[in-house]
């Protein structure tokens, strides 16, 4: 069974850092894709990142430059190095892997900004 455990996450003032982590189950290169999610309660869940299987990292806009992702492959870990943080990143962090069609994800990890 695959299980994505996050780790991390907590209270940071703006302009500080934090970061995140997720163990996976298995190997990371059983993932066709896997990435970061977070989301406010009552919002959509929004993409921060995503890394292929072959390692190459994407961010969306609002995290680009003060975001990135890693992977420590004999570990099994996903990363995500949050700097320059800011009150408006303040959310639920969630790890998704991808695998053909179906969608796996950790059970969330807080992160607080304060300005």
Do not use: H
Request: one cysteine or more.
């Amino acid at each position: 069974q695959v299980q994505l455990v996050e780790s991390g996450g907590g209270l940071a003032q703006a302009g500080g850092s934090l970061r995140i982590s997720c163990l996976v189950s298995g190997s990371i290169f059983n993932f066709d894709y896997m990435g970061w999610y977070r989301q406010v309660p009552g919002k959509r869940r929004e993409l921060v990142g995503f890394m292929t299987s072959g390692g190459t990292p994407k961010y969306s806009d609002s995290v680009k430059g003060r975001f990135s992702i890693s992977r420590d492959i004999p570990k099994n870990t996903l990363s995500l190095q949050m700097n320059d943080l800011k009150p408006e990143d303040t959310n639920v962090y969630y790890c998704n892997g991808r695998i053909g069609e179906t969608d796996y994800w950790g059970q969330g990890t807080r992160v607080t900004v304060s300005s």
